[in-house]
T-cell receptor, first 111, second 113 residues
Framework: DADVTQTPRNRITKTGKRIMLECSQT?????MYWYRQDPGLGLRLIYY???????NKGEISDGYSVSRQAQAKFSLSLESAIPNQTALYFCATSDLADGYTFGSGTRLTVV | QKEVEQDPGPLSVPEGAIVSLNCTYSNSAFQYFMWYRQYSRKGPELLMYTYSSGNKEDGRFTAQVDKSSKYISLFIRDSQPSDSATYLC?????????????FGKGTKLSVIP
């Protein structure tokens, strides 16, 4: 099994729909992150969590929410999806020794 | 000025060439310097990780950090088609219990057989 697992891998959804992206990890890391990646814009941080009780906004949190259900699980929700949220989404975990470990990504298309 | 600047390329080189990828940064507080490699449709994976100025080698890869010039480089010797990917620099610092990376936008590299 991968260290960081994201589901689904691909998703097409309609404008206005609520969608949840899920992430689970087996690294045992406390810190987890959600990024989106767009061509020419690189990785942009949406939310991060340093432990189950700690949730922080990143640089582009508007339109997104997160839930840290357990040390190993961190989900990202789009309450009402819009087309400019079409992107590649990555979950990552980290500790100081290992750096960041990324999942394989979720390719989300909002039509 | 952005905290981390990275030339987006694309960069195309023949097989066997030496490749130089670079990032500049403005925040002197950065303590950790990393390079990630991202293949198409995959997540970034850690390639090199260094804490200090100077060079660090791992096989065909050398990471170089010059803190005085706020400049980091990744050199790839004897480049192979399998090195074709996007390379992202990442810089970080820890403080007040936090640790977070700032990523460059990535340079897309193609190694032509």
């Amino acid at each position: 099994d991968a260290d960081v697992t994201q589901t689904p891998r691909n998703r097409i959804t309609k404008t206005g729909k609520r969608i949840m992206l899920e992430c689970s990890q087996t690294k045992g890391h406390d810190r987890m992150y959600w990024y989106r990646q767009d061509p020419g814009l690189g990785l942009r941080l949406i939310y991060y969590s340093f432990d189950v009780k700690d949730i922080n906004k990143g640089e582009i949190s508007d339109g997104y929410s997160v839930s840290r259900q357990a040390q190993a699980k961190f989900s990202l929700s789009l309450e009402s999806a819009i087309p400019n949220q079409t992107a590649l989404y990555f979950c990552a975990t980290s500790d100081l020794a290992d750096g960041y470990t990324f999942g394989s990504g979720t390719r989300l298309t909002v039509v | 000025q952005k905290e981390v600047e990275q030339d987006p390329g694309p960069l195309s080189v023949p097989e066997g060439a030496i490749v130089s990828l670079n990032c500049t940064y403005s925040n002197s507080a950065f303590q950790y310097f990393m390079w990630y490699r991202q293949y198409s449709r995959k997540g970034p994976e850690l390639l090199m990780y260094t804490y200090s100025s100077g060079n660090k080698e791992d096989g065909r890869f050398t990471a170089q950090v010059d803190k005085s010039s706020k400049y980091i480089s990744l050199f790839i010797r004897d480049s192979q088609p399998s090195d074709s990917a996007t390379y992202l620099c990442a810089l970080g610092y820890s403080g007040a219990g936090s640790y977070q990376l700032t990523f460059g936008k990535g340079t897309k590299l193609s190694v032509i057989p």
